[in-house]
């Protein structure tokens, strides 16, 4: 078994209080770090021992996305109970889309806040 693993990825949101309760809601999931980032702007880590969501946003006042974020597609989380997440998500007024059912596993997407895609998946 490989010990490589993703330890976090960051992303750039409006307003990470927000996108970190949301990721509490929705996978239980615990604020690790938060604190003053870079160029005056403000992060929160939210996850659990192995791993993390690192929720930067750009100092009030500067609406301007990271850059080097046009590439990226979606974030996939591994969940127990896919009919769970996707009814909190739903609670919430997020909405469900693209659902799959074929091997490995069941499936379906939502755009969060900022319109971040997340692939929400169970291989149970």
């Known amino acids: 078994m490989s010990t490589t693993f993703i330890e976090h990825v960051n992303l750039t949101v409006s307003n990470p209080a927000r996108s970190a309760r949301l990721m509490r809601h929705l996978f239980g999931w615990d604020v690790r770090w938060e604190g003053a980032a870079m160029n005056g702007g403000r992060t929160i880590h939210v996850g659990d021992d192995r791993f993390y969501l690192a929720l930067y946003a750009p100092p009030a006042g500067d609406a301007t996305r990271h ?7 979606h974030v996939g989380i591994v969940v127990e109970d896919l009919d769970a997440i996707e009814a909190k998500v739903e ?34």
């Open 67 to 73: 850059p080097k974020g046009t590439p990226l597609n």
């Open 91 to 124: 609670a919430i007024g997020l909405v469900p889309f693209s659902h799959g059912d074929y091997p490995p596993g069941r499936r379906f997407y939502f755009l969060d806040h900022d319109g971040i895609e997340f692939e929400i998946v169970s291989y149970g």
